[in-house]
């Protein structure tokens, strides 16, 4: 039991810090970003890259954040500024255009192949728990993400500015706050936090064009859950659906009804996801309504 | 007021064209407003008195004519740059951050003057003690007089030029439609800043106003001070926009 509790944490750890961005792009400008996947696929194949240039990981991943940050302003001049007046619809279908370009785009240049960063892993043992190095940096890299995340968005002057636009832009900007700039210091935050996710995603499994597919429902889930707009309840989101994704798959369902064992193929764990969604939709519908106000 | 007549306006829209999106609500609007007067806009529904005040805000899409203020052509400056310069707008609905505390609220006011914060706060509190009592309290659990007080309150901590007052009274009971409107009088005489104010409710605007404008489907059509005004004479104007009154 323990042991699925630690994979829950790890596995929500690399899910949350992809969906707060997400959360952070819906708060301000009310429309779910599906290229956001891509940010995190393009975050770890950039990673790749960096360290096989010579970088160390510890600079590899700052790297990648940081280029994926300026992607992601990059994609906002280019399409997003352009469309700030059509429907959420419109721009969430415009997300999935830009999604599938930047797909065809690294799979052009990468191959189709999994790619594997190499990384130097020492299992560790713990409280009957089975766990790597590479796990423990990825929790607390995460969690020390979070951190600082909340720190500037409630500490600073810059961050309170940000979430006066995502509570009423109108108002905001009429106080003097710059929504177009701050807008931008948005994506480029989202955009590195979905690198610095891509890269820990990265390097606990590996790198092929399609791990979009494998992330896109656990953390849409997860923003979801969290409630669309809520950074933090992103977070939550993604612990939430990872403890239900990870104890429904430890359960021998078969020993419960008869003297054989029976597991729910670990392939449905995505589908544990949406019935983890569908059920907290249904049971706290105020929690998405919030969002949409 | 007539020294105020004098002086060159320090808010002027002229021709103003102006509209959301694709939808032009605003045909060749001309307001002036000159230092020290309180200047009401009055109109039926849909008329498009609400969409001055924005257009002057810098919320709208500006389609043709020109804004300036204090001297400075801000026709296609955008919204936080406006606001920088001096134009405090109270919106009718929407008013403050509803997630935010009170006293967040006004911090986010005084987002461009965050020094001064604690001295300016105090003369908001002032003018409105209940807003000091709540200041811990979520603004989105204010009642709707206490929402208009902190929503006046935070766009005061701007120090703005000029005060635009979007329908203040609306969706008020009665003794807060007085204590709003004591308030406003209050800071106009106190601060003596310039005051564009939308208003439904006309005997309260004739009552307060230097000079009233009259809007009908987003044209002006009538600018003279209050006491000229009669009855008939905004209801003929009402009634010639094909525009209910109610």
Redesign the interface.
């Known amino acids: 039991m323990i042991q699925v509790f630690v994979n829950s944490i790890i596995y929500a750890s690399e899910i949350a810090i992809v969906a707060v961005g997400i959360s952070l792009a819906y708060s301000i400008l009310r429309f779910a970003n599906f290229a956001h996947i891509q940010f995190a696929v393009v975050g770890g194949y950039a990673t790749y890259v960096a360290t096989e240039l010579g970088l160390p990981l510890i600079l590899a991943v700052p790297a990648s954040a940081v280029f994926v940050g300026g992607l992601a302003v990059v994609v906002d001049i280019l399409v997003f500024s352009r469309l700030r007046h059509i429907s959420p619809e419109g721009k969430m279908i415009v997300s999935w255009g830009v999604a599938l370009l930047i797909r065809a785009i690294v799979a052009s240049i990468f191959g189709g192949g999994s790619i594997i960063i190499e990384t130097n892993t020492t299992p560790i043992r713990f409280a009957g728990a089975i766990f790597t190095s590479l796990d423990v940096i990825v929790v607390s890299a995460t969690v020390a993400f979070m951190v600082l995340l909340h720190a500037f968005l409630y500490r600073t002057r810059t961050g309170s500015g940000l979430r006066a636009l995502a509570s009423n832009y109108d108002l905001a900007v009429t106080r003097g706050i710059p929504g177009e700039r701050m807008i931008r210091l948005m994506w480029f935050i989202s955009g590195a936090y979905a690198a610095i996710g891509g890269s820990l995603i990265a390097l606990e499994t590996r790198l092929q064009p399609n791990m979009d597919l494998i992330i896109l429902l656990p953390v849409f889930a997860a923003v979801t859950i969290g409630g669309l707009s809520n950074v933090f309840g992103a977070v939550l989101g993604a612990l939430f659906l990872s403890l239900a994704q990870n104890f429904i798959i430890s359960i021998d369902f078969g020993s419960l009804v008869s003297d054989q064992s029976w597991f729910v193929p670990s392939q449905f764990r995505d589908y544990v996801a949406v019935l983890a969604l569908v059920l907290v939709l249904l049971l706290r519908p105020s929690m998405t309504k919030r969002g949409a106000n | 007021m007539t020294q105020s007549e004098t002086k060159a306006p320090i808010l002027e829209l002229r021709a103003v064209t102006a509209g959301y999106?694709l939808i032009t609500v605003l045909n060749d609007v001309a307001v002036q407003l000159h230092p020290g007067e309180i200047l009401t806009i009055l109109g039926a529904n849909g008329s498009g008195k609400s969409t001055v005040l924005k257009t002057t805000?810098?919320?709208t899409r500006i389609l043709g004519g020109a804004i300036t203020f204090a001297g400075e052509d801000i026709t296609r400056w955008?919204?936080?740059r406006?606001?920088?310069s001096g134009?405090g707008?109270v919106?009718q609905n929407?008013?403050?951050?509803?997630?935010?505390t009170v006293a967040?609220n006004l911090?986010?006011?005084a987002?461009?003057r965050?020094k001064s914060f604690d001295r300016d706060v105090e003369e908001v509190y002032a003018l409105f003690p209940r807003i000091k009592e709540k200041r811990r309290v979520l603004a989105g659990t204010l009642s709707g007089g206490e929402r208009r007080m902190l929503s006046i309150g935070?766009t005061l901590l701007?120090k703005p030029k000029v005060l635009l007052l979007d329908e203040p009274s609306s969706d008020l009971a009665p003794t807060m439609v007085d204590s709003v409107f004591e308030a406003i009088a209050r800071i106009h005489r106190e601060l003596s800043i310039p005051i564009l104010l939308v208003e439904q409710n006309v005997n309260r605007a004739l009552a307060l106003a230097d000079r009233v404008c009259v809007l009908v489907r987003g044209k002006d059509a009538l600018d003279c001070k209050p006491a000229d005004i009669t009855t008939e004479d905004l209801h003929g104007l009402f009634i010639d926009g094909g525009v209910r009154t109610s």
Do not use: E, S
């Not at chain 2, 929407?94 to 935010?100: E, G, I, M, T, Y």
């Open positions: 999106g805000a810098g919320l955008a919204a936080h406006r606001a920088a134009i707008y919106p929407q008013n403050v951050f509803l997630d935010l967040d911090k986010m006011g987002f461009l965050p935070l701007l």
